[in-house]
Nanobody, 125 residues
């Protein structure tokens, strides 16, 4: 089993920045792809960004690359999401996820087996 705990959410004004962090623990932490998803009220949970097991390959949802940056530290077993130039439409609960099978990140929920409880990000206009 893997446990994931997110932190770093909060309230920020349009154009501001936030850095989310996810701490992973458990037997397989650090061995598989990890990702960030988000879910806004009334909407489906959507892919934000993913990173492969070694940290040298990343993928992003359309329109987010350039504003968001995902990175991982396999020594500390953490994955971060740096979010810049935030917009009101970025308001959502952000979830950290890790695969228990795949080393390469994919942009779909089916590739991820363990999830954190989420952290709220609110961007005011």
């Amino acid at each position: 089993q893997v446990q994931l705990v997110e932190s770093g959410g909060g309230l920020v004004q349009t154009g501001g920045s936030l850095r989310l962090s996810c701490a992973a623990s458990g037997r397989t932490a650090g061995h598989y792809a990890m990702g960030w998803f988000r879910q806004a009220p009334g909407k489906e949970r959507e892919f934000v960004a993913g990173v492969n097991w070694s940290g040298d390959a990343t993928i992003y949802a359309d329109g987010l690359k350039g504003r968001f940056t995902i990175a991982r530290d396999n020594v500390r077993n953490t994955v971060t999401l740096q979010m810049n130039n935030l917009k009101p439409e970025d308001t959502a609960v952000y979830y950290c996820a890790t695969s228990g099978r795949l080393r390469i990140a994919i942009p779909g929920r089916s590739g991820y087996d363990y999830w954190g409880r989420g952290t709220q990000v609110t961007v005011s206009s």
